[in-house]
């Protein structure tokens, strides 16, 4: 009568799903390093690992940087010969900094982007929100796009009513103007937000907004959904170096002159590098920064990359990257 059928590697299966036998019980940081250094993990200082254990947690620290010390031969989760438990801290660390370093001059291109947006929109529009936001403002030129441009500004609306009474410039233009002006608006509508409002525009909208960056409407929509995607990663503190990886359902971008300037080619038989991870993001970025902020940028990245390759003994650094930020500069 046992529901269960033995499976692979400790899982059970059932009907409707499979389930671990293994438990994830409970372990002290001594009981966690003894783990690791049972799989072949060195740990020189148990002392300051364990502070680090309690800092960051055992899950966002191993678990989610291990996998380039993992010796992917064996079934059995094993280091390779020679990682060391503060190499893992290495990685975990520079990602940090290095998802700090972009978010900084994300928000950056996101308020120029806002900006541009609410600019165009508004002298096309006007500034009551009971007419820029009416439908026939919007892509409704065939059912999906009708659907989808309802739902946006029911969403809106709900948004507005909600914010009523959390946000005071929302309640105060509503009741002393009577209407909320689009660049008040965009104040409290994230990142998300906004990039779903310009995926919704007319065409001629959407090129009165592109051509601020000197960019198609398709491109510029294609870089800001990208973006988008990148700058909420960032913001809420997820691994970033492997973002392609992370991604559901990575967007891309189009290929630009610096792609062709860096030698990249689109791959037709697998992924090309510079269209869906963090080098995309840096191609990207350098059209809308000034020209005085990307290299900073780039040097600051290429100097964490550099400063992580002196802190790993086991794997070398073309195990994280194999681009030299510091090409970009010479472009």
Same mark, same amino acid.
């Given at each position: 009568?046992?529901?269960?059928?033995?499976?692979?590697?400790?899982?059970?299966?059932?009907? %409707? *799903?499979?389930?671990?036998?293994?438990?994830?019980?409970?372990?002290?940081?001594?009981?966690?390093?003894?783990?690791?250094?049972?799989?072949?993990?060195?740990?020189?200082?148990?002392?300051?690992?364990?502070?680090?254990?309690?800092?960051?947690?055992?899950?966002?620290?191993?678990?989610?940087?291990?996998?380039?010390?993992?010796?992917?031969?064996?079934?059995?989760?094993?280091?390779?010969? *020679?990682?060391?438990?503060?190499?893992?801290?290495?990685?975990?660390?520079?990602?940090?900094?290095?998802?700090?370093?972009?978010?900084?001059?994300?928000?950056?291109?996101?308020?120029?982007?806002?900006?541009?947006?609410?600019?165009?929109?508004?002298?096309?529009? %006007? @500034?009551?929100?009971?007419?820029?936001?009416?439908?026939?403002?919007?892509?409704?030129?065939?059912? &999906?796009?009708?659907?989808?441009?309802?739902?946006?500004?029911?969403?809106?609306?709900?948004?507005?009513?909600?914010?009523?009474?959390?946000?005071?410039?929302?309640?105060?233009?509503?009741?002393? @103007? %009577?209407?909320?002006?689009?660049?008040?608006?965009?104040?409290?509508?994230?990142? *998300?937000?906004?990039?779903?409002?310009?995926?919704?525009?007319?065409?001629?909208?959407?090129?009165?907004?592109?051509?601020?960056?000197?960019?198609?409407?398709? &491109?510029?929509?294609?870089?800001?959904?990208?973006?988008?995607?990148?700058?909420?990663?960032?913001? @809420?503190?997820?691994?970033?170096?492997?973002?392609?990886?992370?991604?559901?359902?990575?967007?891309?971008?189009?290929?630009?002159?610096?792609?062709?300037?860096?030698?990249?080619?689109?791959?037709?038989? %697998?992924?090309?590098? *510079?269209?869906?991870?963090?080098?995309?993001?840096?191609?990207?970025?350098?059209?809308?920064?000034?020209?005085?902020?990307?290299?900073?940028?780039?040097?600051?990245?290429?100097?964490?990359?550099?400063?992580?390759?002196?802190?790993?003994?086991?794997?070398?650094?073309?195990?994280?990257?194999? @681009?030299?930020?510091?090409?970009?500069?010479?472009?």
């Amino acid at each position: 009568n046992n529901p269960y059928i033995h499976g692979y590697r400790g899982y059970y299966f059932y009907i %409707g *799903g499979f389930y671990n036998m293994s438990e994830k019980e409970f372990k002290t940081y001594d009981q966690q390093l003894d783990i690791l250094e049972s799989r072949g993990l060195i740990v020189e200082n148990r002392a300051a690992a364990i502070e680090y254990l309690s800092e960051i947690g055992y899950y966002c620290l191993i678990n989610e940087y291990k996998d380039p010390f993992i010796n992917n031969k064996l079934q059995i989760e094993t280091y390779i010969e *020679g990682a060391n438990f503060f190499e893992i801290v290495a990685l975990y660390e520079f990602d940090c900094l290095f998802r700090e370093y972009l978010l900084i001059d994300l928000l950056r291109i996101e308020k120029r982007i806002r900006t541009a947006i609410v600019y165009s929109f508004s002298k096309t529009h %006007g @500034h009551r929100h009971q007419e820029y936001l009416k439908t026939n403002n919007f892509r409704i030129d065939t059912y &999906d796009n009708f659907l989808h441009t309802i739902e946006m500004l029911t969403d809106l609306d709900k948004k507005i009513k909600n914010d009523f009474m959390r946000f005071n410039i929302i309640s105060h233009y509503a009741t002393r @103007h %009577g209407y909320i002006p689009l660049w008040v608006l965009v104040q409290v509508l994230s990142f *998300g937000d906004v990039n779903r409002l310009y995926q919704n525009m007319t065409l001629a909208d959407k090129q009165e907004i592109s051509k601020t960056f000197n960019l198609s409407a398709n &491109d510029f929509g294609s870089v800001l959904a990208f973006m988008c995607g990148f700058r909420n990663k960032c913001a @809420h503190g997820e691994r970033i170096y492997t973002y392609r990886k992370d991604a559901a359902k990575p967007k891309s971008i189009p290929t630009f002159p610096l792609h062709k300037a860096l030698k990249i080619v689109d791959n037709a038989k %697998g992924v090309t590098p *510079g269209k869906e991870d963090v080098l995309a993001l840096l191609i990207a970025m350098k059209l809308f920064m000034k020209e005085n902020r990307y290299p900073l940028l780039i040097a600051n990245l290429d100097s964490s990359l550099k400063n992580l390759d002196t802190k790993l003994s086991s794997i070398k650094i073309n195990a994280i990257t194999d @681009h030299k930020l510091g090409t970009i500069l010479s472009i």
